[in-house]
């Protein structure tokens, strides 16, 4: 084959790749268009103290307006649900916690994959339903990897194990308060799920699953007629007492 031929097989060969690969922009850098909060005690859209905001072009949890956190955990839940994708976000965790805030939430935040709606949640509970990708940062000399799984009214199966434990952490390195970080998650509906910090796979289970004895949990079974497997939900950035900063929101949606 002729130099100009396998020029040109390469080339089309990237354009196709490129083609199917279409990262979809969940945060357009300029507002929370397609967003609504979740605030512990609030309504369903009421953005309490203006926590989570855009400014110069960065998605922002913020404590600013508030005194005390006095267990206003908050979530900013993408419009849509999800079930087989790529999720790549961009995070720092920035600043002091605020006073009032759990000693556990310090230098801590997540995004919830796999998740139940915001109308469907209790007016004073904390989380939803759903898988939660927690991101850390370091703490002193203390090893604090991200990219960890915690199971709020849920569980997975790891090994081929029902995996009941709330917190499970993650093989990645830590990460300095301030840094800049890549989280993907390449879930496929109830089959399996990966986690990948900046570009590494850190952790893998399989079946996220409803847990029976969770009383978040017990109103979404019923609804899902007994089932117990978790095959799609929705998105959400968290707010745990600690400011965060997200500069990149994007999915890519895969087939199966």
């Not at 997975?156 to 917190?167: A, I, K, M, P, S």
């Amino acid at each position: 084959m002729r130099m100009s031929a396998l020029l040109a097989l390469l080339v089309a060969t990237l354009s196709v790749t490129a083609l199917a690969e279409e990262w979809r922009p969940l945060f357009n850098g300029k507002n929370l268009e397609g967003w609504t909060p979740k605030i512990c005690g609030y309504e369903v859209g009421e953005n309490f103290g203006n926590t989570f905001r855009v400014e110069e072009g960065l998605l922002k949890v913020v404590y600013d307006q508030y005194e005390k956190f006095e267990g206003r955990f908050g979530h900013l839940f993408f419009d849509e649900s999800f079930s087989n994708y790529r999720l790549r976000v961009e995070y720092r965790v920035i600043g002091q916690q605020l006073a009032g805030g759990a000693p556990w939430a310090r230098m801590n935040s997540g995004i919830m994959i796999h998740g139940q709606s915001p109308e469907s949640m209790g007016l004073k509970q904390n989380f939803p339903v759903s898988i939660e990708v927690q991101f850390l940062s370091g703490v002193g000399e203390e090893n604090r990897p991200t990219g960890n799984l915690c199971t709020p009214g849920t569980h997975v199966v790891r090994e081929g194990n029902l995996f009941t434990q709330h917190c499970v952490s993650s093989s990645s390195p830590t990460f300095p308060v301030g840094e800049w970080v890549t989280a993907e998650v390449e879930a496929h509906g109830g089959k399996s799920i990966k986690h990948l910090i900046n570009g590494q796979v850190v952790l893998e289970y399989e079946a996220p699953q409803f847990d029976p004895k969770d009383k978040d949990a017990e109103p979404l079974i019923q609804a899902a007629g007994g089932t117990l497997l978790i095959e799609r939900g929705t998105l959400s950035l968290q707010s745990e007492s600690h400011p965060m900063e997200f500069r990149k929101v994007e999915i890519l949606v895969l087939e199966e």
